[in-house]
């Protein structure tokens, strides 16, 4: 399976990294979306590994209502919350940046009631995703 199976993927044009996780803040947050957690990679691996890597952070984005549908209809959906966001380095300095697709991952549920739920944060989320240019 591609990455392009369960993400949304972009590379972004003239935003430094910081500029571009406020830009993917604000859309996530244009839809309901707040900022749970976020893994920094990078600080991650040189504190665990003494690695050095690329800047790459893994944003645990959540929208309380959808949320608390998705659990009161089935307790496991939580192994697929928060809805994951990254933001990284490329090789050549650019930023990219991907949101989960969250029809990808109902598709594992297989579970007709919530079809109707998938669709709306999938929407959500593909908004935000346009919103980041």
């Not at 990284?88 to 297989?110: H, I, Q, T, W, Y």
């Amino acid at each position: 399976m591609d990455a392009k199976d369960f993400g949304y993927n972009k590379t972004l044009a003239g935003l430094d990294y910081d500029s571009a996780r406020e830009k993917v803040v604000e859309a996530l947050k244009s839809e309901g979306f707040g900022v749970l957690t976020e893994i920094d990679v990078k600080a991650t691996l040189k504190a665990k590994l003494d690695r050095d890597f690329r800047r790459y952070n893994i944003l645990g984005a959540c929208n309380p209502p959808l949320a608390h549908q998705a659990l009161t209809a089935d307790l496991y959906l939580g192994l697929f919350l928060p809805c994951n966001v990254l933001l990284f380095e490329l090789d050549d300095g650019r930023v990219g940046v991907s949101f989960v697709n969250p029809m990808a991952m109902f598709k594992l549920v297989d579970n007709p009631a919530l079809a109707s739920l998938a669709e709306e944060v999938d929407g959500r989320l593909r908004r935000a995703f346009g919103r980041v240019a």
